[in-house]
């Protein structure tokens, strides 16, 4: 039995957040991280000598799912006589956010991102098998990821031969024991039924559901086609994965919500937000690569980098970065990411970090060097405020890099702080705040 504050080798255990037939999870605290995880705890009699080995096989299919709405396994294995799953701590579940009303706008903003993630997926051949509010964890107000990828199917498996387990958002031909890439499309086109009406389908999934509605006084009937289509009880008629009902969903998207539920205010709202959204795609074709840009604005859900000190389309401050990191571990003062052999934040002004590891790490990354003659490595990254080894302010100013392609790039700085913006995008330079 794992107790609250209870220490499973660097993690403390916090808090218990859920239980299921499956697992227990738990908050919990990486003492040489410094960061909140989130800690699933397959209960000790699902835990056999054939589940550990799916469960090896399925975290290596996992790795190989890197995607922005995807939720990353930090470390699966052994911790004393517990099996333990550790993964990024969100803010809560989709689940726990449609008990509330979800405004139209951020409705449609989750049905993409649900749809990007499975289509990642099922374009690696790669079926979820669970997908359920439930596992779609939130990230700040507008960021979901797709959790439990690979696990699911271990732990459904293990379940259903416990004889526990209900129904749910399972597709009628995997309850059968016959599961495709078009049983995820059911599950999702119930999540899509339940958010957008309120209410969530029941067997035998007559059409007209509950809730219909609804769904006519406020959705287009092409949406409410596609709903439709994707949870048909035969299979065959579903789309054939989600890359396909994520490009029917894309088609319709802009006219997705029955133009008589619009007041005027709105619909230019709509529009502006239309241009925008060009915008910001353009941008992340030409600059996503070459800027790293991976993560989310807690405030407006755009596009931003792990190094922006604020976000480029609406301003505000990123004084905590609070979404992904491909560095091994964290500031504990801005929470972005470190190298184990960086003895300072190179992002804040924070104290000392480490170092936590006495091995010296090479990196692409570094591409200048400190002007601390004095300095016992010398080696920055672009956009870097401090030096990782002696703290001292670089006061270079760095312009924006080259993209890939025969792209026209004009360098631009800003006026305030010097450092490359590209006003053709950006309202905000992300570096200093300022408007652009």
């Known amino acids: 039995?794992?107790?609250?504050?209870?220490?499973?080798?660097?993690?403390?255990?916090?808090?218990?957040?859920?239980?299921?037939?499956?697992?227990?999870?738990?908050?919990?605290?990486?003492?040489?991280?410094?960061?909140?995880?989130?800690?699933?705890?397959?209960?000790?009699?699902?835990?056999?000598?054939?589940?550990?080995?799916?469960?090896?096989?399925?975290?290596?299919?996992?790795?190989?799912?890197?995607?922005?709405?995807?939720?990353p396994i930090k470390n699966a294995g052994f911790i004393g006589e517990h099996f333990v799953i550790v993964y990024p701590l969100g803010d809560g579940t989709l689940g726990d956010r449609l008990k509330k009303r979800v405004a139209m706008r951020t409705a449609m903003s989750y049905t993409e991102q649900m749809l990007e993630a499975l289509a990642f997926a099922h374009?690696?051949?790669?079926?979820?098998?669970?997908?359920k509010p439930d596992n779609f964890i939130m990230f700040g107000k507008t960021k979901l990821r797709l959790a439990d990828f690979g696990i699911a199917k271990v732990a459904h498996k293990t379940v259903q031969a416990s004889g526990a387990g209900t129904v749910g958002y399972i597709a009628p031909e995997q309850a059968m024991g016959r599961p495709s890439l078009r049983s995820d499309i059911f599950a999702m086109g119930l999540i899509l039924?339940?958010?957008?009406?309120?209410?969530?389908?029941?067997?035998?999934?007559?059409?007209?559901?509950?809730?219909?509605?609804?769904?006519?006084?406020?959705?287009?009937?092409?949406?409410?086609?596609?709903?439709?289509?994707?949870?048909s009880v035969d299979a065959k008629e579903r789309y054939a994965d989600a890359g396909a009902m994520l490009s029917a969903f894309r088609r319709i998207k802009s006219r997705a919500v029955r133009s008589s539920a619009r007041t005027p205010a709105a619909t230019r709202r709509a529009t502006g937000r239309?241009?925008?959204?060009?915008?910001?795609?353009?941008?992340?074709?030409?600059?996503?690569?070459?800027?790293?840009?991976?993560?989310?604005?807690?405030?407006?859900?755009?596009?931003?980098?792990?190094?922006?000190?604020?976000?480029?389309?609406?301003?505000?401050?990123?004084?905590?970065?609070?979404?992904?990191?491909?560095?091994?571990?964290?500031?504990?003062?801005?929470?972005?990411?470190?190298?184990?052999?960086?003895?300072?934040?190179?992002?804040?002004?924070?104290?000392?970090?480490?170092?936590?590891?006495?091995?010296?790490?090479?990196?692409?990354?570094?591409?200048?060097?400190?002007?601390?003659?004095?300095?016992?490595?010398?080696?920055?990254?672009?956009?870097?405020?401090?030096?990782?080894?002696?703290?001292?302010?670089?006061?270079?100013?760095?312009?924006?890099?080259e993209p890939a392609g025969n792209h026209e790039h004009e360098t631009k700085r800003c006026r305030s702080c010097g450092n490359g913006v590209l006003s053709e995008f950006w309202d905000y330079c992300p570096w200093c705040g300022k408007s652009v």
Not at 123 to 131: E, F, G, N, S, T
Request: glycine share 6%; net charge positive; aromatic share 10%.
């Open 1 to 71: 039995m794992v107790k609250v504050r209870q220490h499973l080798g660097k993690y403390r255990i916090e808090k218990r957040l859920a239980e299921g037939g499956f697992a227990t999870v738990f908050k919990a605290h990486d003492t040489i991280e410094g960061i909140p995880v989130a800690l699933k705890i397959p209960h000790g009699h699902m835990v056999t000598k054939e589940t550990l080995e799916d469960f090896r096989r399925e975290v290596r299919v996992n790795a190989k799912l890197d995607h922005p709405n995807i939720l």
């Open 123 to 131: 374009a690696k051949r790669v079926m979820h098998l669970d997908v």
């Open 193 to 231: 039924y339940r958010m957008f009406s309120g209410q969530l389908p029941e067997w035998p999934f007559d059409w007209p559901a509950s809730g219909h509605e609804r769904l006519k006084r406020t959705l287009h009937p092409q949406f409410i086609a596609l709903i439709r289509r994707a949870m």
């Open 274 to 401: 239309n241009w925008k959204t060009i915008r910001i795609r353009e941008f992340l074709r030409r600059y996503r690569t070459v800027l790293d840009v991976r993560c989310s604005c807690d405030n407006c859900g755009e596009p931003v980098a792990e190094s922006m000190q604020a976000c480029p389309w609406c301003g505000i401050k990123r004084d905590k970065h609070r979404d992904v990191t491909k560095y091994p571990a964290r500031c504990k003062r801005c929470k972005r990411g470190v190298k184990l052999d960086w003895k300072y934040c190179p992002w804040c002004y924070g104290g000392a970090i480490g170092p936590k590891s006495s091995r010296s790490y090479t990196d692409k990354r570094y591409v200048a060097r400190c002007p601390n003659a004095s300095c016992e490595r010398r080696s920055i990254m672009p956009f870097m405020r401090y030096c990782p080894w002696c703290r001292v302010k670089i006061r270079r100013k760095w312009p924006i890099p």
